[in-house]
């Protein structure tokens, strides 16, 4: 048997409901809600780093595409092979890889590569050429 006292403490079936009379399938809809907004935050998020990611790449690939070429380019006297071993040290120490040297005169042509990650599990490469040599008039 109930007493009169459990209706005023909140007990029982007759007691007012708080969320405003809703039945139980409505309830819970904005965590829902709040899930799917942080879910979308983090793609957004992913997408945004993935993208950066590739611009940086690309930029250390040209900067050590420069690097390379114009190292390359003051060895251009001493002939290809050690113009082009040049261009590929100074490429590597900026963390690229040498695809290409060709020397054209005292001109050096080098393409370099640079590898990246923008998501785990997903190696993509950026490849940039530069071009060096002596000021013509």
Do not use: K, W, Y
Not at 15 to 39: C, K, M, W
Request: one cysteine or more.
């Amino acid at each position: 048997m109930r007493h009169p006292e459990d209706r005023s403490r909140g007990h029982g079936p007759d007691v007012e409901r708080h969320d405003g009379g809703r039945p139980d399938a409505e309830r819970g809809g904005a965590t829902l809600l709040l899930l799917a907004l942080g879910l979308v935050f983090v793609l957004v998020g992913t997408f945004g780093a993935a993208v950066t990611a590739a611009g940086m790449a690309a930029q250390r690939a040209a900067v050590a595409a420069d690097l390379g070429a114009l190292a390359g380019a003051a060895r251009a006297f001493d002939g290809d092979a050690v113009a082009c071993a040049s261009a590929a040290d100074i490429a590597h120490r900026n963390a690229g890889r040498l695809i290409d040297c060709l020397l054209d005169g005292l001109d050096v042509l080098v393409t370099v590569e640079v590898a990246f990650t923008p998501l785990p599990g997903l190696t993509r490469v950026a490849a940039s050429t530069a071009r060096a040599g002596p000021v013509r008039g």
